[in-house]
């Protein structure tokens, strides 16, 4: 699980001469005829061969429309030389604080909801939202039929590990309040309703004028879940349905899957992340296996003097 904030450094894409994972072929389907079909965006911060390759793959698989939401506050990031144009949603700071988002220096990383927003700006007729981190993969089973699925399934947030947070996570202390609980999810694979992404812009918005709050900004896991809880919105666990979409240690944060050895083989679709190559894959691992030192203890009492007092203010 994310419990520390070091998943929100950058992470570079080494994935020279690897193998492609892409779902695992179909027959491309229409979108379903009841209402506007979801856009299934790809958050990344470079457009390289495998990410664009996993990208189409993705969309032609599930038959919905797909985009690339991309990391472009240093410039536009060109796609790599073998494919076309792409659907893209580019992350600026000016979109976002076009929309009146506070956007704290790492705020790509920390806010993954932001992309959201701008993509919801953008394509307002949209019912539905996908976002899937590129280093995510699908295998065994139909993917057609995975997205066939939950456009079944009435949910306001789709994602995995929803569930209260406990004082031990890192951004538990990040969503305290008077009039609520702090909850938590996992980013890698989420769904949002039109309705959620709504309520939560208005919510970040609140808050990036209350000065408590921005000195303590939460994650995306943390602001998403502990909103969406408190407004009364529908959210769901991917393994809430019967059977299981994926597993603690081959989606999570705190393990690494090789993507030059990844084999996996399963009867039905499931869901593993992160999945790394070559030198991101050192990185990671290096990370996991380094003594973890998030905080000075001047800053740790900063928190949780921050975090008393925002506890006693509303959400």
Not at 81 to 92: C, N
């Amino acid at each position: 699980m994310r419990d520390d904030a070091s998943r929100h450094q950058p992470r570079k894409s080494d994935r020279s001469a690897v193998p492609s994972f892409a779902p695992r072929p179909s027959p491309p389907r229409a979108p379903p005829a009841d209402g506007a079909a979801p856009v299934i965006l790809i958050r990344t911060t470079s457009l390289d061969a495998e990410t664009v390759a996993f990208g189409q793959a993705l969309g032609h698989a599930s038959g919905r429309p797909t985009a690339f939401l991309v990391d472009e506050r240093k410039g536009p990031v060109s796609v790599a030389d073998s494919f076309g144009p792409v659907g893209k949603v580019s992350l600026t700071i000016g979109a976002c604080r076009g929309l009146g988002l506070y956007c704290p220096p790492d705020f790509a990383w920390r806010c993954g909801d932001y992309g959201l927003y701008v993509a919801r700006h953008q394509h307002p007729d949209v019912e539905h939202f996908w976002m899937i981190e590129s280093d995510v993969r699908f295998l065994g089973g139909d993917i057609a039929g995975f997205f066939d699925f939950f456009a079944r399934i009435e949910a306001d947030l789709l994602a995995g590990q929803i569930q209260a947070a406990t004082p031990d996570w890192y951004w538990s202390h990040h969503a305290s309040a008077r009039d609520c609980a702090p909850f938590r999810c996992f980013f890698p694979v989420t769904r949002f309703s039109a309705r959620a992404l709504d309520v939560l812009l208005a919510k970040r918005v609140e808050h990036s004028r209350r000065l408590t709050r921005r000195l303590l900004w939460p994650n995306d896991e943390a602001f998403v879940a502990t909103t969406l809880h408190a407004a009364g919105l529908i959210c769901r666990d991917f393994n809430d349905f019967g059977r299981s979409f994926y597993d603690l240690k081959s989606f999570s944060f705190e393990n690494v899957i090789d993507g030059h050895a990844f084999t996996a083989e399963a009867p039905e679709l499931r869901m593993y992340h992160p999945v790394l190559f070559g030198e991101a894959y050192a990185r990671k691992l290096e990370r996991l296996n380094a003594p973890r030192n998030l905080d000075t203890p001047t800053k740790r009492r900063i928190r949780r003097v921050l975090s008393e007092i925002n506890r006693r203010t509303a959400w």
